[in-house]
């Protein structure tokens, strides 16, 4: 089956400007996750979707950056007023469920901010 | 606040030469161990789950333990095709993200 996709894959933007990365996960994931791994680093959890339930935000480095997920399906991270320092790889994950199941994650989005 | 620091950062074996890759973990209740293989620009790919500790996992070359404080991700005779960054991340009973390490480049010379 399909797994995880995001778009697009590559994003390179200038500074101030606002970018939107998009995520498809499992089918019939109801867990949705936003990591953002910087060169040299680890992943960094950004924020998490279960369900209808709200969204756990407490990973988002600032107000700039926000995430929505429409129909228990699709999510969308928005970076706005973009900075240098936002320029990572983001990576979308989904598990069937939040809590112990393991987490499949897509190819990522490369942002680079000039 | 959890924490995962992976050791060493980078490991070049030859191929056939076994080697163990290390993971500490402190969180305040373990709900799972992950580990993930990542390869260059690609996203993580899921090897192995433990949930307490003893528990043991097998897939391939690669054998995967867990005790309270550490896990250790044992690759017996390896191959090139092994050459991956490999990742340990933790899950804390109390939040459902995972907080990784910052994994361990391996690299396997023929």
């Known amino acids: 089956g399909a797994g995880v996709s995001q778009s697009p894959s590559n994003k390179v933007t200038e500074k101030g400007k606002d970018v939107e990365l998009r995520c498809d996960p499992i089918?019939?994931?109801?867990?949705l996750y936003w990591y953002r791994q910087s060169l040299g680093q680890g992943l960094e959890f950004l924020i998490y979707f279960q369900g209808n339930s709200a969204p756990d935000k407490s990973g988002l480095p600032s107000d700039r950056f926000s995430a929505e997920r429409t129909g228990g399906s699709v999510s969308t991270l928005t970076i706005q007023r973009t900075q240098q320092e936002d320029s990572a790889v983001y990576l979308c994950?989904?598990?069937?469920?939040?809590?112990?199941?393991?987490?499949?994650f897509g190819p990522g989005t490369r942002l680079t901010v000039l | 606040e959890d924490q995962v620091t992976q050791s060493p950062e980078a490991l070049r074996l030859q191929e056939g030469e076994s080697s163990s890759l290390n993971c500490s973990y402190t969180?305040?209740?373990?709900?799972?161990l992950f580990w993930y293989r990542q390869d260059p620009g690609k996203g993580p790919e899921f090897l192995f789950t433990?949930?307490?500790a003893g528990e043991e996992k097998e897939k391939e070359r690669l054998k995967a333990t867990l005790t309270k404080k550490e896990s250790f991700l044992h690759i017996t005779a390896p191959k090139p095709e092994d050459s991956a960054t490999y990742l340990c991340a933790a899950e804390d009973t109390g939040r459902r993200a995972l907080t990784f390490g910052s994994g361990t480049r391996l690299q396997v010379q023929p």
């Open positions: 089918s019939g994931h109801t867990a």
């Open positions: 994950a989904s598990s069937k469920q939040g809590g112990g199941n393991e987490q499949f």
């Open positions: 433990l949930y307490s």
């Open positions: 969180v305040s209740g373990l709900r799972g």
